[in-house]
């Protein structure tokens, strides 16, 4: 949760709260919920945040 730095990135952001955490890369989400098969994917769906995650971003990206 503190992780770099805050907020979303230009291109990849991960998104994190005490039990959870995906990152979307270039408008992709990369997720192990909400994705086809079983495991981690990648999905176009993107999930609504607002309060329940915590964005942080790698500096320059």
Do not use: C, E, Q
């Given at each position: ?8 990135g ?11 955490a ?16 079983n ?23």
């Open positions: 949760m503190n992780w770099k730095r805050r907020g979303k230009k291109w990849i952001t991960v998104y994190s709260n005490p039990s959870h995906y990152m979307i890369v270039a408008g992709l989400r990369f997720d192990t919920s909400m994705t086809p098969g495991g981690p994917g990648w999905s176009k769906s993107l999930r609504s945040t607002p309060g329940r995650f915590a964005a942080r971003h790698p500096g320059g990206f």
